[in-house]
């Protein structure tokens, strides 16, 4: 390389120190040169710990089937929506259908089954357990083509039942009120136990909340609507014999059966015996018997068998094999 060349050559590399000198100077101290922009971090994904934020619920919502025996036509589903706080609702989603009062059920559907058609009522009906099988079964053919009545004052239930009568499809009515000895209004104590518990009886439950509510006569109900009863329940906390007592001219002149509750230590074998007597009743303890013992009645201390079967005539061995075999279905 010539002496002229390395001249030239470091002359160049002075001029470019001279301007980045320069540039350096006119844009301050502090300043450097711009950076590519980062990426924006992706959002952290929730643990398993992490809480999830849900709607509450207020509301309880399921279906529940009830086996059929062997031989008869599926039953459908029964849908079930009702307050998270209502009880049967909660024990039947937790038992299912079958597992409700199985022992009564069966001798319900039985009875559903070989009675003539007629009026059946569920009277102390809650959200109507017992109206709603009956009305599974009319709708599946399974039994006569029965009038469904169901009996209940506590206006929250009331609603309930309708709304699940309407939600299956299944044809019966829900009167707002109770039955008792007259016709007049009373006021029904709301249970601090569970609504299952609410009754006109003001010492049957502790109760802090109660409402007036209408009374109707078994007699006069029966009457208006012109029919026959054939089958009537009735779980009244207590009023069992008040609801008898109102319907002693029906019962004597259409001879229904019925299945009633009866409470231990409160009085209703006492003051219901006499008046069964008088009809020429026969009673059987619904206890899960390949045929119920008849006998006079008696609350069971142990409250597992509350129900009674309360017949003009003792039932057949074809009731007992049938109510056995709707019973069986269900274990």
């Given at each position: 390389?010539?002496?002229?060349e ?16 320069v540039v ?5 101290p ?10 924006p ?5 929730p643990s ?11 509301r ?9 025996p ?30 409700y009062?199985?022992d009564t ?12 058609q007629g ?6 009906a ?12 009319v709708r599946?053919?399974?039994t ?10 506590t206006?929250d ?25 007259e016709?007049?209004t ?27 509510v209408?009374?109707e006569r078994?007699?006069d ?5 012109g029919?026959?009863?054939?089958l009537?329940?009735?779980d009244?906390?207590t009023?069992?014999?008040?609801v ?12 229904p059966?019925?299945?009633?509750e009866?409470?231990?230590?409160r009085g ?5 015996q ?8 026969r009673?059987?303890?619904l206890?899960?018997?390949a ?6 009645l008696a609350?069971d ?7 009674w ?17 709707w019973r069986?279905a269900w274990?």
């Amino acid at each position: 390389m010539s002496e002229f060349e390395r001249y030239a050559r470091a002359a160049l590399r002075r001029a470019r120190r001279l301007q980045r000198q320069v540039v350096a100077r006119r844009r301050g101290p502090g300043h450097h040169e711009p950076v590519a922009a980062a990426e924006p971090a992706p959002k952290p994904t929730p643990s398993r710990s992490t809480p999830v934020q849900r709607p509450m619920l207020t509301r309880r919502r399921f279906t529940t089937t009830l086996p059929a025996p062997a031989g008869t036509p599926p039953l459908p589903p029964l849908a079930i929506e009702a307050p998270l706080d209502a009880y049967v609702p909660e024990r039947l989603e937790k038992v299912g259908l079958a597992g409700y009062e199985p022992d009564t059920l069966a001798a319900w559907c039985t009875a559903l089954e070989q009675r003539p058609q007629g009026l059946v009522y569920d009277i102390g009906a809650n959200i109507g357990v017992f109206a709603l099988t009956a009305g599974l079964l009319v709708r599946a053919g399974l039994t006569p083509r029965h009038e469904l009545i169901a009996i209940e004052p506590t206006p929250d239930l009331v609603e309930v039942a309708r709304a699940l009568l309407g939600r299956n499809h299944l044809d019966a009515v829900v009167l707002a009120c109770a039955f008792g000895r007259e016709r007049t209004t009373a006021t029904f104590h709301l249970s601090d136990k569970s609504d299952a518990s609410s009754s006109l009886n003001e010492k049957f439950r502790p109760s802090t909340r109660k409402i007036e509510v209408a009374i109707e006569r078994l007699d006069d109900e029966v009457a208006a609507r012109g029919g026959i009863p054939t089958l009537l329940k009735i779980d009244t906390e207590t009023t069992e014999p008040d609801v008898l007592e109102g319907g002693m001219a029906t019962v004597e002149r259409h001879r229904p059966w019925m299945i009633c509750e009866v409470l231990p230590g409160r009085g209703a074998e006492e003051r219901l015996q006499p008046m069964l007597d008088g009809l020429g009743y026969r009673t059987y303890r619904l206890d899960g018997g390949a045929a119920a013992s008849e006998g006079p009645l008696a609350g069971d201390t142990e409250y597992t068998y509350l129900n009674w079967l309360l017949a003009p005539e003792a039932p057949d061995a074809a009731f007992w094999s049938r109510t056995a075999a709707w019973r069986d279905a269900w274990r």
